[in-house]
């Protein structure tokens, strides 16, 4: 499907100058910024990165640049470049992109921010040409993207409501004999009828493929007594993601099974009930794994409590023992919990929360309790 919405240019103008704001507050030069979120977060552009520079210039004190290869200037008609008077600066096979970019950049020796995308092609000559090596521009933009504004906040509701009913319609894939590959594609199908532009991934881990947390899909066959665990999300327009999962039972489950599921979604539970600003991102993964300890099942929750999302499915804050981060009203991330036991089975139970002013506010709202599926 090939879409190309995005905010209003106002939103990507706000953007720029604060961005612009906090690299002059960092002592940088400037920003180099090569297609990817980042780009796409200043912007709005979905440009590829490809062996001919492409690069958003943003100087701590003048405006912004792009250096883009004339070939290329048509994939700029999508995003805000042309209403948010960045000057712009195409070039042509045989001149030198990269003093381009030096020269928006005040021409002289300066430490420059460039983004984490940037592909060593071209971050090789960029150090020669501004005779620095720059700095990850990830510190200058985390707090920028880490806090979603109102229209992001939005899509990102929409995205969960997407995959809501995409999770409503999972029970009636999981027959038994059919297997992992099959039911991946019937939800593939309704990952784009609900709503979302494409499919970003898809984990469906039956029995003991459950166990294995990122398992994707296989041509093992469904069978009555399978725990499944089903993993989906997929972005929605203007590229904000859904991630959720949830863990169906075929047929009534074992009594030891319904009982550690029930000690996870408590230990899920707590994790969200302790969200609120002030808050450290390490205390959220600690009342979830806090409840799995007390149960004896810490050692089977083996992986982070939860990502941020947005643009990208991973991506600040990582809700992460040692990761002392307060959390502040607008943060978007994940919290999910799992317990894994090798050979048998696995479960996770997954949220999109925002942090409100006072709590947090759960963009999924299927139910929390092992679905059991009649078979």
Same mark, same amino acid.
């Given at each position: ?64 640049? =792009?250096?883009?290869?004339?070939? /290329?200037?048509? $994939? &700029? +008609?999508?995003?805000?470049? @042309?209403?948010?008077? %960045?000057?712009? *600066? ?55 993207? =880490?806090?979603?504004?109102?229209? /992001?906040?939005? $899509? &990102? +509701?929409?995205?969960?409501? @997407?995959?809501?009913? %995409?999770?409503? *319609? ?206």
């Amino acid at each position: 499907m090939c879409v190309t919405s995005r905010f209003d240019s106002s939103v990507y103008a706000h953007r720029l100058a604060a961005a612009a704001a906090a690299t002059a507050e960092a002592g940088l030069a400037g920003l180099v910024i090569t297609p990817g979120y980042d780009l796409r977060y200043l912007t709005g552009s979905r440009a590829q990165t490809f062996e001919r520079l492409t690069a958003l210039v943003l100087p701590a004190s003048d405006p912004p640049t =792009m250096v883009v290869p004339r070939l /290329e200037l048509a $994939a &700029l +008609r999508e995003s805000a470049v @042309a209403d948010l008077g %960045v000057a712009v *600066r195409d070039w042509v096979d045989g001149e030198d992109p990269y003093r381009m970019v030096g020269e928006a950049l005040g021409g002289r020796p300066a430490t420059a921010a460039v983004t984490d995308a940037m592909s060593a092609l071209h971050l090789l000559p960029l150090i020669d040409v501004l005779g620095a090596t720059p700095v990850l521009a990830t510190d200058v933009l985390r707090q920028l993207r =880490m806090i979603k504004d109102p229209s /992001e906040i939005d $899509a &990102l +509701r929409k995205a969960g409501a @997407a995959i809501d009913r %995409v999770h409503a *319609r999972v029970p009636e894939f999981l027959v038994p004999g059919r297997t992992e590959a099959d039911v991946a594609a019937d939800i593939a199908e309704a990952i784009v009828a609900e709503g979302h532009s494409e499919v970003a991934f898809i984990i469906v881990g039956s029995g003991p493929h459950g166990a294995d947390p990122h398992h994707e899909c296989s041509q093992r066959e469904l069978a009555a007594g399978d725990i499944v665990v089903v993993d989906i999300g997929g972005p929605v327009e203007p590229g904000y993601h859904s991630d959720s999962t949830r863990t169906y039972s075929l047929g009534e489950p074992e009594p030891e099974v319904a009982q550690r599921y029930s000690v996870l979604q408590r230990a899920q539970r707590a994790a969200f009930d302790s969200v609120r600003p002030g808050v450290t991102a390490q205390q959220v993964d600690a009342a979830a794994r806090d409840v799995l300890a007390e149960a004896g099942l810490a050692e089977y929750f083996v992986h982070r409590t939860g990502h941020g999302i947005g643009l990208s499915v991973h991506e600040e804050p990582y809700i992460v023992a040692g990761n002392d981060l307060a959390l502040a009203a607008g943060m978007a991330f994940s919290i999910e919990p799992g317990i894994y036991f090798p050979g048998e089975w696995g479960a996770r139970i997954e949220d999109i929360v925002i942090v409100t002013a006072d709590g947090a506010e759960s963009l999924n709202n299927r139910p929390h309790e092992l679905a059991v599926v009649e078979v």
